[in-house]
């Protein structure tokens, strides 16, 4: 998801709980990239295993996959659960600001 600073120091688009978990991830992951100019990929489990889109109300317990990027180097991550994986970019980002001190 793309994700850009608003002028009043917001997110655009903002935030919304409403939005389907992965969706709540890749708008965390848009705001890390912004934040670190790192490239970041969410890729949901179920869509690796299969290679097409798996409705959502037949998987319970979905697990993404993270594929950061930089300059010289790209890393991944997964299969971790929702929360594992907003903890990790929450790393990505705190990570990030400590190297450029």
């Known amino acids: 998801m793309n994700v850009t600073t608003n ?3 917001g997110h655009s688009p903002a935030y919304d709980e409403t ?13 890390v990239a912004l934040d670190t100019g790192l490239r970041i ?3 949901k489990s179920s869509d690796i295993r299969t290679g ?13 996959h993270l ?9 991944g991550i997964g299969p971790v ?3 594992a994986a907003w903890n990790y970019l929450d790393g990505v ?4 600001r400590a190297s450029q001190t």
């Open 7 to 9: 002028a009043n120091g």
């Open 19 to 31: 939005w389907p978990p992965d969706v709540q991830l890749e708008w965390h992951a848009g705001i």
């Open 41 to 43: 990929q969410v890729t």
């Open 52 to 64: 097409v889109r798996v409705d959502p109300g037949l998987v319970t317990d979905e697990k993404y």
């Open 67 to 75: 594929r950061i990027s930089g300059p010289k180097t790209s890393v």
């Open 81 to 83: 659960d929702f929360h």
């Open 93 to 96: 980002s705190a990570g990030a």
